[in-house]
Nanobody, 118 residues
């Protein structure tokens, strides 16, 4: 099945770190811009970070200096390294793949839960 699959979510204490992974299944991510979004209960989905096919990155102000997005096209995987986690980082983190040649060709994952709690 063609999809993206997230993993790596967990319960972590404030100040801790996590690395999320997003793997492409049955397709190559090489021609896809890759993004991480998050959605907390009662809040709108927000863009956290993105990486283009050329490696250009974008970060939301709320995570700048704490999160790093990277991609390994040989492994068909995108990563989100999260550090200095705070309570407000608690959310379901979702991966999105967008075809650079066809913006309607989009894959969303099911999400992985990140909970920051003491």
């Amino acid at each position: 099945q063609v999809q993206v699959v997230e993993s790596g979510g967990a319960l972590v204490q404030p100040g801790g770190s996590l690395r999320l992974s997003c793997a492409g299944s049955e397709f190559s991510i090489r021609m896809y811009g890759m993004s991480w979004y998050r959605q907390a209960p009662g809040k709108e989905r927000e863009l956290v970070a993105s990486v283009s096919t050329e490696g250009e990155t974008y970060y939301a102000d709320s995570v700048k200096g704490r999160f790093i997005i990277s991609r390994d096209d040989d492994k068909n995987t995108v990563f989100l390294q999260m550090s200095m986690l705070i309570f407000d980082d608690t959310a379901v983190y979702l991966c999105k793949a967008t075809n650079v040649w066809d913006r309607d060709d989009v894959y969303w994952g099911q999400g992985t839960q990140v909970t920051v709690s003491s």
